[in-house]
């Protein structure tokens, strides 16, 4: 075989179908956020950032970025080996801490990042736990899907957000089995937010385990930013809650949160939580920052739903389509991997506005999207611009507003 020929003929075939991924090349500006540097061949421009997961801007928090250079200073960079093996930072134990009191569990478990800890957590769960059988929803996220597959077990597919078809699919099973429900609370391509309580009625009735992704939910609902099973006041019925550190709560990592066996029992077999270097001990200072300010304060949390607001409202005026939805996040539907580029390559070269086409694999073909994320820290001239530029692009792209608008 022609190696360097084959990666070429591969990547080739997804430029043709316009979903090559192309980065943009930025520089977040401390205190300045959403505004960013972009690097160019020739050189940089100015650009606001409109698809962030740093929800909140809490990445450029005072608080934040004070504890990190602190612990920088009195821990050095690195954690200097894996938890098992010199690893293990005060700030680890002290983060563990504050996500145990976050979620109401006994305690919680670090790993190095949202997608590790669902791969770890679920590979291992569903690995350990004889004759255990998945039942995932059909639009959970690929860490999930991964782990569920890593494990090995039987795993059966729900129809999204359905708590009758998950009934249906529970009732086949022998009532004695072992088994293990996986779904999101706030779906990250469309917005859309689980039935919660309907789904733990489900798995009570079937004594089923329940594992929640609130990836897209930790920091930004609940009066303490607990997410959305706290924000329904359901937590203590969930058996493991998963959440990130790297989008509301602004730096990086990812955790479970569960009672002390089931945390110990991930924490002593999962390979992906003892065979890695542990977190930088500042980074989880940073992230500790970052939880307790969320925890206390709603300002961020008002401000950003204001602001997602303000740009719904616009859209539907200028009747841009964009899913509804009663989230944070706001899917506006292009349909068209080709369209989604040249839009957001227009929307970035006109007006310093920067908006990354979310394509196949990480949407179905044919529902290509510009997927936008206000947050508080985008103020109202930037809110202007962008509302400003689309409408511009909608109106001069003829072709586009047709068949977008059709
Ligand atoms: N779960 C969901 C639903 C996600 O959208 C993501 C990341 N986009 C992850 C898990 C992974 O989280 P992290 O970015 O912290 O790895």
Same mark, same amino acid.
């Given at each position: 075989?022609?190696?360097?020929?084959?990666?070429?003929?591969?990547?080739?075939?997804?430029?043709?179908?316009?979903r090559?991924?192309?980065?943009?090349?930025?520089?977040?500006?401390?205190?300045?956020?959403?505004?960013?540097?972009?690097?160019?061949?020739?050189?940089?421009?100015?650009?606001?950032?409109?698809?962030?997961?740093?929800?909140?801007?809490?990445?450029?928090?005072?608080k934040?970025a004070?504890?990190?250079?602190?612990v920088i200073?009195?821990? #050095?960079?690195?954690? @200097? /080996?894996?938890?098992?093996?010199? =690893?293990?930072?005060?700030?680890?134990?002290?983060? +563990?801490?504050? *996500?145990?009191d976050?979620?109401?569990?006994?305690?919680?478990?670090?790993?190095?990042?949202?997608?590790?800890?669902?791969?770890?957590?679920?590979g291992?769960?569903?690995?350990?736990?004889?004759?255990?059988?998945?039942?995932s929803?059909?639009?959970?996220?690929?860490?999930?899907?991964?782990?569920?597959?890593?494990?090995?077990a039987?795993?059966?597919?729900?129809?999204?957000?359905?708590?009758?078809?998950?009934?249906r699919?529970?009732?086949?099973?022998?009532?004695d089995?072992?088994?293990?429900?996986?779904?999101?609370?706030?779906?990250?391509?469309?917005?859309?937010?689980?039935?919660?309580?309907?789904?733990?009625?489900?798995?009570?009735?079937?004594?089923?385990?329940?594992?929640?992704?609130?990836?897209?939910?930790?920091?930004?609902? #609940?009066?303490?930013? @607990? /997410?959305?099973?706290?924000?329904? =006041?359901?937590?203590?019925?969930?058996?493991?809650? +998963?959440?990130? *550190?790297?989008?509301?709560?602004?730096?990086?990592?990812?955790?479970i949160?569960?009672?002390?066996?089931?945390?110990?029992f991930?924490?002593?077999?999962?390979?992906?939580?003892?065979?890695?270097?542990?977190?930088?001990?500042?980074?989880?200072a940073?992230?500790?920052?970052?939880?307790?300010?969320?925890?206390?304060?709603?300002?961020?949390?008002?401000?950003?739903?204001?602001?997602?607001?303000?740009?719904?409202?616009?859209?539907?005026?200028?009747?841009?389509?964009?899913?509804?939805?009663?989230?944070?996040?706001?899917?506006?539907?292009?349909?068209?991997?080709?369209?989604?580029?040249?839009?957001?390559d227009?929307?970035?070269?006109?007006?310093?506005?920067?908006?990354?086409?979310?394509?196949?694999?990480?949407?179905?073909?044919?529902?290509?999207?510009?997927?936008?994320t206000?947050?508080?820290?985008?103020?109202?001239?930037?809110?202007?611009?962008?509302?400003?530029?689309?409408?511009?692009?909608?109106?001069?792209?003829?072709?586009?507003?047709?068949?977008?608008?059709?």
């Open positions: 075989m022609d190696y360097q020929e084959f990666f070429g003929s591969e990547l080739q075939a997804v430029r043709d179908e316009g090559y991924r192309v980065f943009a090349e930025i520089e977040r500006k401390a205190g300045n956020f959403p505004q960013a540097t972009r690097y160019v061949e020739d050189g940089t421009t100015n650009v606001t950032v409109w698809c962030s997961n740093d929800y909140l801007g809490m990445g450029q928090h005072p934040v004070a504890a990190m250079h602190k200073d009195e821990c #050095g960079a690195g954690a @200097g /080996g894996t938890r098992n093996i010199s =690893g293990t930072n005060h700030h680890h134990v002290l983060l +563990e801490k504050e *996500l145990a976050l979620h109401g569990k006994e305690d919680a478990l670090l790993f190095t990042s949202g997608y590790v800890s669902n791969w770890a957590a679920l291992t769960l569903a690995a350990r736990i004889p004759d255990c059988v998945v039942l929803d059909a639009l959970n996220h690929a860490s999930m899907i991964e782990g569920i597959r890593y494990s090995g039987e795993r059966m597919i729900f129809e999204h957000n359905s708590p009758e078809d998950l009934d699919k529970l009732s086949t099973l022998d009532p089995r072992p088994k293990l429900v996986a779904f999101e609370s706030v779906y990250s391509m469309d917005g859309d937010i689980a039935p919660i309580a309907e789904i733990l009625d489900v798995c009570e009735k079937h004594n089923a385990m329940s594992y929640i992704d609130e990836v897209h939910g930790v920091g930004l609902y #609940g009066p303490r930013g @607990g /997410g959305v099973a706290e924000r329904e =006041g359901l937590m203590d019925r969930i058996t493991v809650i +998963e959440g990130t *550190l790297g989008k509301a709560f602004g730096v990086m990592g990812g955790y949160s569960a009672s002390k066996d089931l945390c110990d991930v924490r002593t077999f999962a390979s992906g939580f003892i065979f890695t270097t542990a977190m930088p001990p500042a980074v989880a940073g992230a500790c920052a970052s939880i307790k300010h969320l925890k206390e304060s709603n300002i961020e949390r008002d401000t950003q739903k204001e602001r997602v607001e303000k740009v719904r409202d616009a859209l539907d005026r200028l009747g841009i389509p964009h899913l509804p939805n009663p989230s944070h996040i706001i899917p506006v539907m292009v349909g068209d991997a080709h369209k989604c580029k040249f839009i957001s227009w929307l970035m070269d006109n007006h310093g506005i920067y908006v990354q086409p979310i394509n196949y694999p990480t949407v179905p073909r044919g529902t290509e999207r510009l997927r936008i206000p947050s508080p820290v985008h103020s109202d001239d930037d809110v202007n611009r962008l509302i400003t530029a689309l409408s511009e692009i909608w109106s001069q792209c003829e072709l586009a507003r047709r068949d977008i608008a059709a």
